[in-house]
């Protein structure tokens, strides 16, 4: 079965700092790839996805993320964040080919200090 | 269009009795998930249904039961509640066409057993 992997629990920045957030998923072949986050006290809404085409995935509010399809990675990048962007992220991966069930990370808990 | 809403929105519960959380979508969408997320574990699949009149196990699906019997609703029932079973349910819905994984969901139900 697919499972995800999120590398930090937990990430402090200071404003303007570059963010990466690593995410690495079990199962090869074909995949559909998510992140999401979730603000403080709000529910989760989709931040961006990868479906096929153009590895490199650009999503709201300057993120985007890169698939390497040889390193079973999806991890998520913002060039400058922003104290709004303080919040939990989730990888989550479609539970094999076909599959319409997703599998979450663990999540990572970003703070950003202004 | 309201998405995906969900009833209560808290909710506290003396260990031994029962509820029930309804989810309900206005997207036409086929997938009906229940989630439970507990801090540092991630969203871990409770049940799910592919379409009305149908429900599946997830990965978590002990002490819960569930009911599609419209295809805008999703019910998950807790029998006899335990504290293990403190924590934030979340409902989610998708559309059946292949290759379009993305998930919707709804604020959450914030549910706590004494």
């Known amino acids: 079965a697919q499972s995800v992997s999120q590398h930090n629990h937990h990430v402090i920045l200071s404003e303007a700092a570059s963010l990466e957030l690593g995410c690495n998923y079990s199962?090869?072949?074909?995949?559909?790839l998510f992140w999401y986050v979730q603000y403080p006290g709000q529910h989760l809404q989709l931040l961006l996805k990868?479906?096929?085409?153009?590895?490199l995935v650009k999503g709201i509010k300057g993120f985007e993320a890169e698939f390497i399809k040889s390193k079973f990675s999806f991890n998520l990048r913002k060039p400058s964040v922003q104290w709004s962007d303080t919040a939990e992220y989730f990888c989550?991966?479609?539970?094999?080919?076909?599959?319409?069930?997703?599998?979450f990370g663990a999540g990572t808990i970003l703070r950003v200090k202004s | 269009n309201a998405g995906v809403t969900q009833t209560p929105k808290f909710r506290v519960l003396k260990t031994g009795q029962s509820m029930t959380l309804l989810c309900a979508q206005d997207m036409n969408h086929e997938y009906m998930y229940w989630y439970r997320q507990d801090p540092g574990m991630g969203l871990r699949l409770i049940h799910y249904?592919?379409?009305?009149?149908?429900?599946a196990k997830g990965e978590v699906p002990d002490g819960y039961n569930v009911s599609r019997l419209k295809k805008q609703n999703f019910l998950l029932g807790l029998e006899s509640a335990a504290p293990s079973q403190t924590s934030v349910y979340f409902c989610?819905?998708?559309?059946?066409?292949?290759?379009?994984?993305?998930?919707?969901f709804g604020p959450g139900t914030r549910l706590t057993v004494t």
């Open positions: 249904s592919v379409g009305e009149g149908t429900t």
């Open positions: 199962y090869g072949g074909t995949v559909n």
């Open positions: 989610a819905s998708s559309s059946h066409r292949v290759g379009d994984y993305e998930q919707y």
């Open positions: 990868y479906f096929s085409g153009d590895p």
């Open positions: 989550a991966v479609n539970d094999g080919p076909g599959g319409n069930k997703l599998v």
